[in-house]
Structures are given as structure tokens and as C-alpha cells.
């Protein structure tokens, strides 16, 4: 695997994987929250181009590569070009979990209370996710994976592994 795409729900473990695809396979990453909003309060999603942009760079500075995100308008800005889609489709439950237990993401928030000020907030987005039908939406994460042709794995408990990989 050279060329990835992981996505799901928030909490679902897009990030743990692809760090450690990317620590196993020596491979770049790149998280789409970096790119996806605009630095205002309340945050506001940029506009299309502007992160397709950003993403045509990535993969053409990088051979090889993960992209991770819930956004399945950009995933597909980037889908022509993978060789292999991973979808984490846990559960609201799990992902919940995840979030409550996740670390501080410095490059996301600037202080650990800042990120837990948001988390009842990304709890309920969480929850919403089978019931949402924006781009982050479950529903539109299946209609990606059931329309990629290449190599795809959907993975629905925290505990899977990747086909290959030991127990």
C-alpha cells in the first residue's frame, strides 16, 4: 500500500491508523481537519477549491501517501489517485468512547481544555453520524466505498485489524 484513504466517523480511529500505516510504511500523512476549516470562531468550512488545492499538493509532493478525514466531498478530490480506501465504520458508541479517551491534538487545538470545551459538542455530531446526511455522513461514506473499484477494506470494530496484520 502506497497511496490510502482512510475515513469514518469522528472517533472511529482514522488518525491512530494512519499514523501508524504511516510509521510502519514510512509514508506521508496528512489529517483533512488541517485543511478542511477556516481559522474562525465558529469555525466555517473553506471552500472546495481551496482544499482540493491543498490536497493536489500533498500528492504531488508525496509518492506515497495516507490521507485521513471524515469528509467524503474531499476524499474524493483524492480517490482517483489511491491505490486502497479503508472505511471505519464502528460504531457511534465506540467512536463516543474514542473521543472521551482521545489524547490532546496540539495541532487541532491550542490547549488540551480548549479541545474539551468541544467535546459535548463533537459527542452529539458523533451520535448524529447514521442520522446526518452531509458529507461527513455515514450515508456518504458507504456510497464512497460501495463506488471505489480498487483494493477497500471496511472495517466495523475498534478491535480489527488489516488483512495481514497479526492479532
Known amino acids: 500500500m502506497t497511496k490510502a484513504l482512510i475515513f469514518g466517523n469522528s472517533g472511529s480511529g482514522k488518525s491512530t491508523l494512519a499514523k501508524r500505516l504511516c510509521k510502519d510504511a514510512?509514508?506521508?500523512?496528512?489529517?483533512?481537519?488541517t485543511l478542511a476549516w477556516e481559522p474562525t470562531t465558529p469555525p466555517e468550512r473553506k471552500p472546495l477549491a481551496l482544499s482540493?488545492?491543498?490536497i493536489h499538493a500533498f500528492t504531488s509532493e508525496?509518492?506515497?501517501?495516507?490521507?485521513?478525514g471524515c469528509y467524503a466531498d474531499l476524499i474524493a478530490i483524492a480517490s482517483p489517485l489511491a491505490e486502497e480506501l479503508i472505511f471505519l465504520d464502528i460504531s457511534a458508541e465506540d467512536c463516543i468512547a474514542h473521543a472521551h479517551a482521545r489524547p490532546w491534538e496540539?495541532?487541532?487545538?491550542?490547549?488540551?481544555?480548549?479541545q474539551d470545551a468541544n467535546l459535548e459538542m463533537l459527542v452529539d455530531w458523533i451520535r448524529a453520524y447514521p442520522?446526518?446526511?452531509?458529507?461527513?455522513?455515514?450515508?456518504a461514506h458507504v456510497e464512497m466505498f460501495e463506488a471505489f473499484s480498487g483494493e477497500k477494506t471496511r472495517?466495523?470494530?475498534?478491535s480489527s485489524?488489516?488483512?495481514?496484520e497479526e492479532v
Open 26 to 33: 514510512d509514508l506521508a500523512h496528512l489529517d483533512l481537519d
Open 52 to 54: 482540493a488545492a491543498a
Open 62 to 68: 508525496h509518492s506515497n501517501w495516507v490521507i485521513e
Open 106 to 114: 496540539p495541532h487541532k487545538y491550542p490547549t488540551k481544555e480548549a
Open 131 to 139: 442520522e446526518r446526511d452531509d458529507s461527513c455522513s455515514r450515508q
Open 155 to 158: 472495517i466495523t470494530s475498534p
Open 161 to 164: 485489524t488489516l488483512p495481514g
